[in-house]
């Protein structure tokens, strides 16, 4: 992407995008925007390309549609975990680091996937309050499947995220 490319989506941005929430000035609240926007733009693809997956290829609809029903769950949890997670990253990450916005964002996606876990756990627990341990132990299978069956789409979004956000924020 060009200099008026990340111009043009800065100007997107913060006339009718996360640019215009509380905060968005301050590059690591900014950085939360932008990672909590690639997520939802990261769970509603994958809902669509399972959703596709499921009506093309057919298979046992309880691993594609579940999966499409299991992406529209996440994304209460997932959005503000990966707005968390990307204050949380943009502000471990030094200035001075080159690429600071992709690697912030790789890292707010791995750390969206624990917070999200943190989220799903308590909901866990909650909901069958005689068995905690089986609880816990759900909560952390769903994280790390929901990790493993993402991360070739959230991983990628996320670094895109993160690259124009640096770049917003370098030349703004």
Same mark, same amino acid.
């Given at each position: 992407?060009?200099? %008026?490319?990340?111009?043009?989506?800065? @100007?997107?941005?913060?006339?009718?995008?996360? &640019?215009? $929430? !509380?905060?968005?000035?301050?590059? @690591?609240?900014?950085? &939360?925007? /932008?990672?909590?926007? @690639?997520?939802?733009?990261?769970?509603?693809?994958?809902?669509?390309?399972?959703? +596709? #997956?499921?009506?093309?290829?057919? &298979? !046992? +609809? @309880?691993?594609?549609?579940?999966?499409?029903?299991?992406?529209?769950?996440?994304? !209460? $949890?997932?959005?503000?975990?990966?707005?968390? &997670?990307?204050?949380?990253?943009? *502000?471990?990450?030094?200035?001075?680091?080159?690429? *600071?916005?992709?690697?912030?964002?790789?890292?707010?996606?791995? $750390? =969206?996937?624990?917070?999200? %876990?943190?989220?799903?756990?308590?909901?866990?627990?909650?909901?069958? !309050? =005689? #068995?905690?341990?089986?609880?816990?132990? $759900?909560?952390?299978?769903?994280?790390?499947v929901g990790f493993l069956t993402t991360f070739w789409?959230?991983l990628p979004i996320g670094a895109v995220s993160g690259? +124009?956000?640096?770049? /917003?924020?370098?030349?703004?």
């Amino acid at each position: 992407m060009g200099t %008026t490319a990340v111009e043009t989506v800065c @100007a997107l941005c913060k006339r009718y995008g996360p &640019g215009r $929430l !509380p905060g968005a000035g301050r590059p @690591a609240v900014g950085a &939360g925007y /932008a990672v909590a926007t @690639a997520a939802l733009a990261a769970a509603m693809a994958f809902v669509v390309l399972t959703g +596709i #997956q499921t009506l093309l290829f057919g &298979g !046992p +609809i @309880a691993v594609t549609g579940e999966l499409t029903y299991v992406g529209l769950l996440a994304i !209460p $949890l997932v959005v503000p975990a990966a707005f968390a &997670g990307g204050v949380v990253a943009w *502000r471990l990450l030094p200035e001075s680091i080159s690429y *600071r916005g992709p690697l912030a964002s790789l890292l707010a996606t791995v $750390l =969206t996937c624990v917070f999200a %876990t943190l989220l799903v756990v308590p909901l866990l627990i909650a909901s069958s !309050p =005689t #068995q905690p341990r089986a609880s816990v132990e $759900l909560g952390l299978l769903v994280g790390i499947v929901g990790f493993l069956t993402t991360f070739w789409l959230t991983l990628p979004i996320g670094a895109v995220s993160g690259w +124009i956000h640096e770049r /917003a924020v370098t030349e703004h």
